[in-house]
Nanobody, 115 residues
């Protein structure tokens, strides 16, 4: 079955960096675009970044452009989210998503940015 497992979250000071990973299994990873979302308490889930099956093109929310970079390693069935210059408003649970015949989600990883 489809599985998505995120890792790499944590507590970081404003201005710091984190790198999230999402390991995928159960489907032909290299054939599908992948997405990172985030959800902060009391807010709607927000699309952060998308990457096509081959790695280009990539798309970003305006709020993270220039600070976050999405990438993928198809032989490793993994996507990444490099997050630089983190801000307190980036605090959220970050989830990866694969849109196959249905939408599949990981369990999420918590990112907390202190001011």
């Amino acid at each position: 079955q489809v599985q998505l497992v995120e890792s790499g979250g944590g507590l970081v000071q404003a201005g710091g960096s984190l790198r999230l990973s999402c390991a995928a299994s159960g489907f032909t990873f290299s054939s599908y675009a992948m997405r990172w979302y985030r959800q902060a308490p009391g807010k709607e889930r927000e699309l952060v970044a998308r990457i096509s099956s081959a790695g280009r093109p990539t798309n970003y929310a305006d709020s993270v452009k220039g600070r976050f970079t999405i990438s993928r390693d198809n032989p490793k069935n993994t996507i990444y989210l490099q997050m630089n210059n983190l801000k307190p408003e980036d605090t959220a649970v970050y989830l990866c998503m694969a849109r196959l015949n249905d939408d599949y989600w990981g369990q999420g990883t918590q990112v907390t940015v202190s001011s």
